[in-house]
T-cell receptor, first 113, second 113 residues
């Protein structure tokens, strides 16, 4: 059973460009969570999705950030018009059920120049 | 506002000795606590958890203790092994719905051979 997959592992963008981060949950998992880890900080919750639904996006910045988890395909975290402060590691996790353990992917390290 | 606090950024322990990692929390609503281990360039890996109805949970070399009155938990690793060298994140969630996890900033453990 493959683990949570994230790609790309590293992403470099210039200010103003768009960043698209992809996450494929573990097989059988329909719950996806995105976290952001800024340098020297812990992981911060961003958004929780189930298939085709955003359940909780309370941790996501109101502007420029969006997330989706379509019926088919991976979950996407999209950052428009990136700024230097968006440079961070973005982790995706998935779980089988609501209160089940979250399994993390290897992360995408975004660097904004 | 840091609801989960790990006040020791790093810890060095001799191989074979006990490692004790500490964590304090401020949110009285937390009822489920977790420890994750993270190696460089990888995502966090679930290690062990404890419900607020218990004060101890053991899994092999890993034991988590919870002191609700002090809002404090600790992770004991005994005996420590060089492969345990990693960053350890304390995390907590509130009851109801899905597991919305709040992470501490992490403690870097180095086990010296």
């Amino acid at each position: 059973n493959a683990g949570v997959m994230q790609n790309p592992r590293h992403l470099v963008r210039r200010r103003g460009q768009e960043a698209r981060l992809r996450c494929s949950p573990m097989k059988g998992h329909s719950h996806v969570y995105w976290y952001r880890q800024l340098p020297e900080e812990g992981l911060k919750f961003m958004v929780y999705l189930q298939k085709e639904n955003i359940i909780d996006e309370s941790g996501m910045p109101k502007e420029r950030f969006s997330a989706e988890f379509p019926k088919e395909g991976p979950s996407i975290l999209r950052i428009q018009q990136v700024v230097r402060g968006d440079s961070a590691a973005y982790f995706c996790a998935s779980s089988e059920g609501l209160q089940e353990t979250q399994y993390f992917g290897p992360g995408t390290r975004l660097l904004v120049l | 506002d840091q609801q989960v606090k790990q006040n020791s950024p790093s810890l060095s322990v001799q191989e074979g000795r006990i490692s004790i990692l500490n964590c304090d929390y401020t949110n009285s609503m937390f009822d489920y606590f977790l420890w994750y281990k993270k190696y460089p360039a990888e995502g966090p890996t679930f290690l062990i958890s404890i419900s607020s109805i218990k004060d101890k949970n053991e899994d092999g070399r890993f034991t988590v203790f919870l002191n609700k009155s002090a809002k404090h938990l600790s992770l004991h690793i005994v005996p420590s092994q060089p492969g345990d060298s990693a960053v350890y994140f304390c995390a907590a969630s509130v009851p109801g719905g899905y597991q919305k996890v709040t992470f501490g900033i992490g403690t870097k453990l180095q086990v010296i051979p």
